[in-house]
């Protein structure tokens, strides 16, 4: 990326972060759902996040590994991670473009990520450099054939499943993966898909869910139900890749 497009990055993230969270709304619940899959599928120690945010996740990782190198272009939203003085994670602001990691990891985290970035191929080629040897890469990213966008279609909302509504243009989404489109980009990036599956039941939007007010015991149970449903129709995907 040329310093103008990187320049014009940096300016857009900034607009972003004004009012991008986090810890409000839905997003809070499925941050937990998130994290379980990742304990489920991760047991290495060196950790690279990508896309960090202001260090929700970071502060799950944390917990739980030894140690979480967690990197993200928006200085407000670093600024707001450090804020958590976590022992055992650096927080970086940078553009992955611009990245240059002294050490490898043996696994790497975009959790929310790739949908974000002007060019995703890019950033899975450049984590695959970054990943020690047998390390393990771990995606997560919006469904678009998520069973809330097809009901979303179906009631006239979306005009089709990848369309970008307002909170996605909002939160500066530029596209919505499928399985499909997902796994050409992994592959592109000279990627192995290791295993694939979906993230929580999810039959109406994240602002729908907030409205609603379950109990968290009702939340729980939509995701446990949800991995015996294909994960083409689940809200989430998620994806192990290998070198």
């Known amino acids: 990326?040329?310093?103008?497009?990187?320049?014009?990055?940096?300016?857009?993230?900034?607009?972003?972060?004004?009012?991008?969270?986090?810890?409000?709304?839905?997003e809070v619940r499925l941050e937990k759902y998130r994290f379980a899959i990742i304990r489920e599928h991760i047991r290495n120690d060196r950790i690279l996040e990508v896309g960090c945010a202001e260090g929700v996740m970071t502060e799950n990782l944390a917990k739980h590994f030894k140690h979480i190198t967690a990197i993200d272009g928006s200085q407000k939203l670093i600024a707001d991670a450090k804020k958590l003085r976590l022992r055992n994670a650096d927080f970086i602001c940078t553009l992955f473009e611009e990245f240059k990691p002294r050490e490898k990891f043996n696994s790497i985290v975009l959790v929310n990520i790739l949908e974000h970035v002007q060019h995703p191929?890019?950033?899975?080629?450049?984590?695959?450099?970054?990943?020690?040897?047998?390390?393990?890469?771990?995606?997560?990213?919006?469904?678009?054939?998520?069973?809330?966008?097809?009901?979303?279609?179906?009631?006239?909302?979306?005009?089709?499943?990848?369309?970008?509504?307002e909170r996605d243009r909002r939160i500066g989404h530029r596209r919505v993966y499928d399985a499909k489109s997902l796994k050409k980009d992994i592959r592109a990036a000279k990627l192995k898909v290791k295993s694939m599956g979906g993230i929580f039941l999810k039959p109406l939007s994240n602002s729908q869910l907030d409205g609603l007010g379950l109990d968290e015991k009702i939340l729980d149970a939509m995701f446990r139900i949800g991995k015996d449903f294909p994960p083409e129709l689940l809200a989430e995907l998620y994806v192990q890749c290998t070198a």
């Open 1 to 26: 990326m040329k310093t103008q497009g990187k320049e014009a990055e940096k300016k857009r993230l900034a607009d972003i972060a004004k009012h991008f969270s986090m810890r409000e709304g839905f």
């Open 121 to 165: 191929v890019r950033l899975l080629s450049m984590s695959r450099r970054w990943l020690a040897k047998k390390g393990t890469i771990f995606i997560i990213c919006p469904n678009a054939q998520s069973l809330h966008r097809r009901i979303g279609v179906m009631a006239g909302m979306l005009k089709h499943l990848h369309e970008l509504n």
